[in-house]
């Protein structure tokens, strides 16, 4: 109970009255506080924050994804994943629009294809933008006989910031008085302030200054524009237009006639999120020309208003590409600074963005079996990958995720080979997230319990895909029907074994310190032979170097004797920096695959125990049911474990 009131204080507070100061403290505030007179940009880099340097050379899959570089990571968008550097690049055009560079004239454009987080992306850029206060100017109000209304005031209807109430022409001296940098002062006001400046004889002091809070609930500095078509859109839903009701009151070309509720106008301080912005007429579009070029527009009724504001516009690559290719878009061309939201392409980062949006919707407590979210991502993945000469899509992807390959695939091609081999526009197309969100919840709804498993989705993904893209999803289809059928019928089969087991840890670290002391041996010329500690039988050198082959062999171990080499100096430098501890046989990457392959070997004749028929002894049925409890700690309902075992069964026979 003690945290409610806390936060209804906390919305109480973002919908109080406005703090009012009379424009001659809100200057002298300026003297020593610059978030007094910020830009938009300047207040959305505060609200970004200090981003975090990570070194990944100090991080092993790190190191491997990003080549040792140094990254930016943002606390504040930590909810974002694989597009790290979508991210830092909007912080770069954000920063450099802060100081007043040629960023601060020009669209922030977000181009990606559907569904790749471009919208989200913007809406996380909205949100930052309503943290920090704006200052807007205001007068007092008045009743019907011309009389001041205690402590009620009027706000400029733009949203406007005070400076742009000081004339050009005292830009020098404005700055020198009150310390603020002579470029903020833009020497326009709305045709509402011009109003009031008559009104008050040019006094300026008359004017009072409203701390706000922006907000995209209000329309306050946050704004948002939808596309229309020739027939139904015209450059009022930007600049405003003239209220006819007010016609009856005021003249045509009156400011107070004028509705102030184009997008330009509402974030004349804040950000314009033009959505779909190509789809819009042309002729709709001009008013953004001078409103980023010069910081101001035109109303429909003429009079100058300001505008310091960001516009941020996103699209997919096919109305950038149709835009792009007209001539008379030229002008508009020279003011996009376009920024790329592509796929993810890891599969570790995809599995999180699942999450994700499992965790927001009803099937926030659907029961989500292992290898589930992780084969739905392959598939995924796979259909944003450029083809490669070099790697096939599912090590590619692997690569992609800085899995550790060593011991496995010889002469293997780094993310830099592979990424400049498939070019700039890699992770543009492929399945959506979007997509694979209807896959996950059709998958989900399928049977007789909200459950999601690999076996199931296996299925679902081929019929979605089939259903929603026809003969395009051939080769995704292909894919899933044959790599990730493959990777999922060996990571079920490793769970099995596990789950087979009473011990399994303790069964593969004991199968991994045995080959580490045998390979220790066999690579030591000083060694004569290899005692066997269960036996005491010593083994000679060459039957030394036979049974470690068969061991070697399942795991496809490329080249034995580098292989025994490389592992013993690894674990003998890790028991070094560890006082002597043996590693856990999984820190060793390239011994996972060798110790599973003993483990499969060792428990084949355990596999009848999976069966769901009935048992003829008594000790079968309990190490049955053993099985099942080990499963189901595992993360499988009873009934996935039945299908899972089912389809194990019968794809082990047909293969």
Not at 488 to 512: N, P
Request: proline share 5%; charged share 30%.
């Amino acid at each position: 109970m003690s945290e409610t009131p806390t936060l209804l204080s906390r919305i109480a507070k973002r919908s109080a009255p406005p703090r009012m100061v009379r424009v001659t403290d809100y200057f002298e505030e300026c003297r020593t506080n610059p978030s007094y007179y910020a830009t938009a940009s300047q207040r959305l880099l505060k609200a970004f924050g200090e981003p975090t340097i990570i070194n990944t050379a100090e991080d092993s899959r790190l190191s491997r994804v990003f080549q040792n570089q140094t990254i930016k990571m943002f606390p504040k968008f930590s909810e974002f994943f694989g597009i790290e550097d979508s991210i830092e690049s909007v912080y770069d055009v954000v920063r450099a629009a802060s100081q007043g560079l040629e960023e601060s004239r020009q669209i922030l454009y977000l181009l990606g294809p559907v569904g790749s987080a471009k919208s989200s992306l913007a809406d996380k850029i909205k949100e930052l933008m309503e943290e920090e206060p704006i200052y807007v100017l205001a007068v007092p109000k008045k009743d019907r006989e011309g009389s001041l209304v205690e402590n009620e005031y009027i706000l400029s209807p733009m949203y406007e910031s005070p400076l742009g109430i000081i004339p050009k022409s005292e830009s020098a001296a404005a700055a020198k008085e009150w310390g603020i940098p002579k470029r903020h002062f833009s020497g326009v006001c709305s045709p509402w302030a011009v109003k009031r400046l008559r009104e008050f004889d040019g006094d300026i002091s008359r004017f009072w200054v409203a701390e706000i809070r922006p907000s995209l609930r209000d329309e306050i500095a946050v704004a948002m524009v939808a596309p229309g078509d020739d027939n139904n859109q015209d450059i009022s839903d930007l600049v405003g237009k003239v209220d006819v009701r007010m016609l009856e009151e005021f003249a045509v070309n009156d400011p107070d006639a004028y509705a102030y509720a184009g997008g330009l106008c509402k974030a004349s301080q804040g950000v314009l999120d033009f959505v779909e912005m190509f789809k819009a007429p042309l002729k709709t579009l001009h008013p953004l020309l001078t409103a980023t070029q010069e910081h101001r527009f035109s109303g429909t009724e003429g009079g100058v208003m300001p505008f310091n504001g960001i516009v941020l516009a996103h699209s997919n690559e096919s109305e950038w590409d149709k835009f792009r290719s007209e001539k008379r878009n030229e002008a508009f061309l020279d003011r996009v600074r376009l920024i790329k939201v592509k796929y993810n392409l890891r599969p570790t980062e995809e599995q999180e963005i699942y999450r994700k949006l499992l965790a927001s919707s009803e099937l926030a407590d659907a029961s989500v079996a292992p290898f589930t979210l992780e084969l739905l991502a392959r598939t995924v993945i796979a259909s944003r990958l450029v083809k490669s000469a070099n790697a096939k899509p599912a090590l590619k992807m692997r690569i992609y995720d800085g899995s550790d390959i060593r011991g496995e695939v010889a002469n293997a091609p780094t993310v830099y080979d592979l990424k400049k081999e498939a070019g700039p526009d890699e992770g543009m197309t492929g399945i959506s997230t979007r997509t694979a969100f209807k896959i996950l919840a059709a998958a989900a709804n399928t049977g007789d319990e909200v459950a999601l498993d690999p076996v199931e989705l296996l299925e679902i993904t081929k019929k979605e895909l089939r259903t929603t893209f026809g003969n395009q999803a051939t080769e995704w289809i292909t894919f899933t029907d044959e790599s990730a059928k493959e990777w999922l019928f060996v990571r079920l089969g490793d769970m099995i074994r596990q789950s087979l087991l009473e011990d399994y840890e303790t069964y593969a670290q004991t199968r991994f310190e045995r080959y580490i002391a045998e390979a220790e041996v066999a690579t030591n010329p000083d060694v004569g032979g290899y005692k066997d500690p269960d036996t005491g039988v010593m083994i000679d050198k060459d039957a030394l170097d036979k049974r470690l082959s068969q061991i070697e062999k399942p795991g496809a171990i490329s080249n034995p004797k580098d292989f025994r080499q490389e592992a013993v100096t690894w674990v003998l430098r890790y028991k070094a920096r560890h006082e002597g501890r043996m590693p856990n046989w999984q820190e060793y990457a390239p011994m996972q695959r060798v110790i599973k392959k003993i483990v499969e070997k060792d428990t084949e004749e355990l596999l009848p125990l999976i069966s769901f028929g009935p048992k003829r002894e008594k000790e079968l049925d309990e190490k049955h049911v053993a099985f099942l409890a080990r499963m189901k700690q595992r993360g499988f309902t009873e009934k996935q474990v039945r299908r899972i075992v089912q389809w194990y069964t019968s794809t082990k026979i047909s293969s």
